[in-house]
């Protein structure tokens, strides 16, 4: 089996090892359904929110941000940042703000042990992207939602067995860290 890997798909070619014994019908027939298959690529398990899933690295403060996008998907500065189109790299939805104006998710930034400085350069991106009279709203919810962050810590050190919460009550919190507050997508998520 043959792999090739595009932006967002995966395509593999198959080609049976008996495939030279088959009689011409058979291998027409084969042909037409090992030639070319077409799979999006998959989008990591909900355990594994703490690295990018495009690099596999990860987050932190300095290089690997993790970026979440208005379709729930999270993906390190550094990737978004190299990606050819204004698309996530999963599903194909266009992201609809500027790259450089999505905010850092600092819950999950939490989860890796990375301290944020709360400051002046982090309020004046939100201010870009919020209208000032939501900005109170966005500030409410971001911290909500980076308390109940706190409660997949004991899951984020490898000690799934120490969290207090079941997994269905885990992969939604995971999904509603994952969430873009700052577009309508992801507020609609959430």
Same mark, same amino acid.
């Given at each position: ?22 009689? &011409? ?7 037409? +359904? ?18 990018? &899933?495009?690099?596999? =690295? ?7 941000? &993790? !970026? ?6 999270? +993906? ?20 609809? !703000? ?51 962050? +706190? ?7 490898? =000690?799934?067995?120490?969290? +207090? ?11 509603? !860290? =994952? ?12």
């Amino acid at each position: 089996m043959k792999y090739v890997t595009t932006s967002s798909y995966l395509f593999f070619i198959h080609k049976p090892q008996h495939y030279d014994k088959e009689t &011409p019908g058979q291998q027409r027939k084969l042909n037409h +359904i090992f030639s070319y298959c077409r799979m999006p690529i998959q989008a990591p398990q909900w355990t594994e929110f703490l690295s990018c &899933p495009v690099c596999c =690295n990860e987050f932190d403060v300095l290089q690997r941000s &993790p !970026i979440s996008l208005g379709c729930g998907h999270t +993906i390190c500065k550094t990737c978004l940042s190299n990606l050819h189109r204004k698309q996530c790299p999963f599903d194909q939805t266009t992201i609809s !703000i500027d790259i450089d104006c999505l905010p850092v998710n600092s819950a999950l930034l939490q989860l890796v042990g990375a301290t944020t400085s709360k400051g002046d350069a982090e309020d004046y991106v939100d201010l870009k992207v919020v209208p000032k009279e939501n900005l109170p709203h966005y500030v409410s919810a971001k911290k909500c939602v980076e308390e109940l962050a +706190i409660y997949l810590k004991p899951f984020s050190n490898g =000690n799934a067995s120490a969290s +207090i919460l079941s997994r269905p009550m885990q992969r939604k919190l995971v999904t509603l !860290i =994952n969430c873009q507050l700052v577009e309508d997508e992801g507020r609609v998520r959430a």
